[in-house]
């Protein structure tokens, strides 16, 4: 197997990181691989904001929370059975933001291709994620002290989803079972 394919396929989401901290060289290496991130006509709809201040990751948390209590009971009824906690201890997080080009469509495919990239550019460098799209909460619907401006998300864009890093505490989950009828190959 290459690399690759081995990053790729020993990926899963982690739902229980240990408090360390990550390499601030490594942190740089998965930035640069957001910034290598494929974008339809290369227009780069995002903003990537790398929070490597673990009490913040912890106080989006609990906005996050907050919100998800008001917006969505069934969410937040599944992440308190879980643990309680939105980003499961995480010491980093990326919040991705956008700015909507032609509709959510195409800067939603955009952002997607961008959050695969970096969580397989973190799996290549030892480094578990969990992708967060209930993160969003964290960032949308706050009247009052909303964190776009701590987060450097640029006027126009919007909070869409979040990667979260970190190493797995305790032994790894497996990666999910494939299912092979979602395959054609026509030859
Ligand atoms: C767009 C998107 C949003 C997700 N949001 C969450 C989330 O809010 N919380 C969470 O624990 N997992 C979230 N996940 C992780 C999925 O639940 C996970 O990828 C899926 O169950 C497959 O498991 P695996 O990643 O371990 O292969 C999200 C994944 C994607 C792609």
């Not at 906690?85 to 990326?94: G, S």
């Not at 973190?122 to 799209?133: P, T």
């Given at each position: 197997m290459t690399d690759t394919i081995e990053t790729i396929a020993t990926r899963y989401s982690c739902r229980n990181f240990k408090s360390d901290p990550l390499p601030a060289v490594d942190v740089q290496a998965i930035a640069q691989a957001a910034l290598q991130s494929p974008s339809a006509r290369n227009r780069q709809p995002w903003h990537f904001s790398f929070v490597t201040d673990k009490s913040l990751v912890d106080e989006l948390d609990g906005l996050g929370l907050e919100m998800l209590k008001i917006t969505s009971p069934e969410s937040y009824e599944r992440t308190m059975s879980r643990g309680g906690r939105l980003f499961y201890n995480a010491p980093a997080m990326v919040v991705i933001s956008a700015r909507h080009i032609d509709g959510l469509m195409s800067s939603g495919l955009d952002v997607g291709i961008a959050t695969a990239t970096i969580a397989l550019a973190a799996k290549g460098l030892g480094i578990d994620s969990c992708i967060c799209g209930l993160a969003s909460a964290a960032g949308?619907?706050?009247?009052?002290?909303?964190p776009y401006e701590r987060l450097g998300?640029?006027?126009?864009?919007e909070y869409v989803v979040a990667v979260l890093l970190g190493y797995a505490a305790g032994e790894p989950n497996a990666p999910h079972a494939v299912d092979e009828g979602k395959l054609t190959f026509i030859s």
């Amino acid at each position: 197997m290459t690399d690759t394919i081995e990053t790729i396929a020993t990926r899963y989401s982690c739902r229980n990181f240990k408090s360390d901290p990550l390499p601030a060289v490594d942190v740089q290496a998965i930035a640069q691989a957001a910034l290598q991130s494929p974008s339809a006509r290369n227009r780069q709809p995002w903003h990537f904001s790398f929070v490597t201040d673990k009490s913040l990751v912890d106080e989006l948390d609990g906005l996050g929370l907050e919100m998800l209590k008001i917006t969505s009971p069934e969410s937040y009824e599944r992440t308190m059975s879980r643990g309680g906690r939105l980003f499961y201890n995480a010491p980093a997080m990326v919040v991705i933001s956008a700015r909507h080009i032609d509709g959510l469509m195409s800067s939603g495919l955009d952002v997607g291709i961008a959050t695969a990239t970096i969580a397989l550019a973190a799996k290549g460098l030892g480094i578990d994620s969990c992708i967060c799209g209930l993160a969003s909460a964290a960032g949308n619907g706050h009247e009052t002290e909303p964190p776009y401006e701590r987060l450097g998300i640029p006027e126009g864009y919007e909070y869409v989803v979040a990667v979260l890093l970190g190493y797995a505490a305790g032994e790894p989950n497996a990666p999910h079972a494939v299912d092979e009828g979602k395959l054609t190959f026509i030859s």
